[in-house]
């Protein structure tokens, strides 16, 4: 009979075995919501360099990584954030030497293309929607509600454009003007950028491709936008059929995983707070969803 330490011992190989054939990980990471750096307190998710470095950080960090996937659902938004978050996954994958896979869901629109396109390929539902390579900004005029109710705004500036499109204030079209130029100029860092990353993939002209339209994904990947239909599943099981997925999630503070992210607000900003809420309805509201 043997002892209880040869059975021990006669277990030890077979331990160390099964380690060394623990299955390699495709690390996916979420990029779900509108791109800002300043959520408001109804909002479900944003995206921002702040709120998904720690996701990032773990899924390019992960000891059998084969591949990062990034999940993507976004009408757009700021694109600072867009364009540091682009920047970032594009950093930690040369970094760590292996391939970003991105995965267009039911929308990759403007900043959420501009965050795709970090990716070393891209993949879209046949009924996903894709594009919008262009720069919108958009706000409410509240200058006669103020007459309305008899309210005086005061406003001392130093520098005659300080308060340019202020809300509360009459439109003026020379400040129409200056936003103008400055959506041309933001377009033209976007199309760079779709040019850089897609390069000769891109099959349509810059008239067909670059006006702010959106496809599905089908058409999309006609257009080499996308480089074909599939989605995360059917993709990885293709390409790497032994790997598993391993979702890495940002972490979340207290209030918001009590959904009250909001809750240090001043009262007196709550009318801004809920036009910005609008304003983030509208954006998903554009494309039905």
């Not at 976004?74 to 991105?102: F, M």
């Not at 850089?196 to 089908?218: I, M, Q, S, Y």
């Not at 032994?242 to 009318?271: C, H, M, Q, Y």
Request: hydrophobic share 45%.
């Amino acid at each position: 009979m043997s002892s209880v330490t040869d059975k021990i011992a006669a277990r030890l190989p077979k331990i160390v075995g099964d380690r060394g054939e623990r299955p390699p990980v495709v690390a996916a990471v979420r990029l779900h919501g509108v791109i800002t750096p300043t959520p408001t307190p109804m909002a479900r998710n944003s995206i921002s360099l702040q709120n998904l470095e720690s996701a990032l950080t773990r899924a390019f960090d992960h000891e059998r990584l084969v591949a990062v996937a990034l999940l993507i659902n976004s009408p757009g938004g700021a694109p600072t954030q867009s364009a540091l978050v682009a920047e970032r996954i594009r950093e930690l994958a040369d970094k760590k030497k292996v391939p970003v896979l991105a995965f267009c869901e039911d929308l990759a629109a403007s900043g959420g293309y501009w965050l795709a396109c970090a990716g070393d390929e891209i993949y879209a539902h046949g009924t996903s929607m894709v594009g919008s390579i262009g720069v919108v900004s958009a706000g409410f005029g509240l200058n006669g509600l103020l007459e309305k109710y008899g309210v005086d705004r005061r406003v001392y500036t130093a520098g005659v454009n300080k308060v340019r499109l202020d809300p509360f204030q009459a439109e003026k079209p020379e400040d129409v003007e200056w936003l103008k130029s400055l959506h041309s100029q933001l377009h033209g860092q976007f199309i760079d950028w779709v040019r850089e990353r897609r390069g000769a993939k891109l099959t349509a002209t810059d008239d067909e491709l670059f006006t702010g339209e959106v496809w599905t994904g089908v058409r999309a990947a006609e257009l080499g936008l996308v480089d074909g239909v599939g989605t995360l599943r059917g993709v990885v099981s293709k390409r790497f059929p032994d790997a598993e997925i391993a979702i890495a999630e940002p972490k979340k503070n207290l209030f918001a995983k009590l959904g009250l992210a909001g809750a240090t607000t001043r009262s007196g900003d709550f009318v801004l707070d809920g036009l910005a809420a609008l304003e983030e309805r509208a954006r998903w509201s554009r494309f039905g969803l």
